[in-house]
């Protein structure tokens, strides 16, 4: 007797972010791109975040056959996370229901998300000690992860912020009618975060970038230090991430390349950042910086949102772009000039 076989659900890569981030990366990722290293064995980031790079290269199949460590020290995004992979279906399920309420009550459904599900749940991060944000780690459900999903496909901007006390404060966003549960994406990035040779975990840049040496690629994207007193969206923790926090990922990164390490930093290009990897320890540590254009998409004003220049800092040869032959009319005006502005490269 001929059975039929069963049909087989081929899931493609996800080449986008489950989450919106503040600085996420994906309009950066075409110059960020350049400088992933042609080899290299492991793969490691220490901030999270959205992942934008780590899609991108998965999408793109170079994480293929390789080691991946991704790291963050918010538990909430690593919670949230770890529950998907887990129990995507799970997930799904919490997550239909949220979008059922939202459609029926619009805000009122976000703030009673907000302020009497999600915040009381996860109220044991407010003391910031790492015995408490483990301890949320495995607090996270579906429910819960489903419920911070919810709040970043509704909430202004997608931003997450947190405040002294450790409690989500972000308004809801002007949605008109958000997509908030793709089953199909959920899933594809639940393959993602899946993967065998894959770690999900809890853990502070220093020690991620600790465990780094040769063969090994990593790529950071701290919170952004601010280019004006209202620009820092950097309580991604209840601790924030200050002038300290930058001087001490600076010197991680330094010995990281020291160790033989391949090492991409994103930033902004705040004058303390430009210092920190334009010291004569960075050159000796081969990093580089170079400015790329941006557009800063987190603002309470929209005509705010425009074109600034951030940095890339690296170790990483850059390489070159595709020559494009130039009509014989125009190349006789002449080359245009490639030299370094103000000793940024």
């Known amino acids: 007797m001929h059975i ?28 960020i791109g350049h400088h992933y290293p042609d080899e290299f064995d492991r793969y490691v980031e220490p901030f999270l975040g959205s992942g934008a790079v780590f899609f991108d290269l998965l999408a793109a199949g170079r994480l293929t056959g390789r080691r991946v460590r991704l790291a963050d020290v918010n538990a909430d995004l690593i919670g949230c996370y770890q529950t998907l992979r887990d129990d995507v279906e799970g997930v799904i399920k919490a997550l239909q229901r949220l979008e059922r309420e939202h459609r029926k009550a619009g805000d009122d459904c976000y703030y009673d998300v907000r302020d009497r599900r ?6 044991a991060q407010a003391s910031g000690v790492p015995a408490a944000r483990e301890a949320l780690v ?15 496909r509704t909430g ?9 006390q450790g409690g989500f404060n972000v308004p809801a966003g002007r949605y008109a009618e958000p997509r908030i549960c793709d089953p199909d994406h959920l899933r594809s990035v639940a393959d993602a975060f899946g993967q065998p040779d894959l770690t999900l975990e809890l853990a502070g840049f220093e ?43 600076a010197e991680s990164v330094i010995a990281a390349c020291h160790r033989g390490a391949s090492v991409v930093v994103s930033n902004s290009s705040a004058p303390d950042i430009l210092n920190l990897y334009s010291s004569a320890r960075a ?13 800063r998409a987190i603002n309470s004003r929209s005509t705010s949102r425009g074109p600034i220049n951030e940095v890339i800092v690296t170790n990483v040869r850059l390489r070159p772009a595709p020559v494009v032959r130039r009509p014989a009319m125009l190349r006789a005006r002449g080359p245009l000039s490639r030299r370094p502005v103000s000793g940024v490269r």
């Open 118 to 123: 999600f915040n009381p749940r996860r109220a």
């Open 283 to 295: 050159r000796a540590a081969g990093l580089v910086i170079r400015l790329v254009p941006a557009r």
């Open 4 to 31: 039929p076989a069963a049909p087989v659900t081929v899931r493609l890569r996800p080449s986008r972010p489950l989450l919106k981030w503040a600085g996420g990366k994906r309009q950066l990722i075409p110059a």
């Open 156 to 164: 202004f901007n997608g931003l997450f912020r947190l405040n002294r």
């Open 207 to 249: 020690t991620t970038i600790g465990e780094t040496g040769p063969g090994d690629f990593i790529y950071c994207d701290p919170p952004y230090a601010p280019l004006s007193r209202t620009a820092s969206f950097a309580n991604y923790t209840a601790d924030g991430f200050g002038p300290a926090d930058q001087a001490r990922l």
């Open 138 to 152: 495995a607090a996270y459900g579906p429910d819960l992860a489903a419920m911070l999903i919810f709040l970043n």
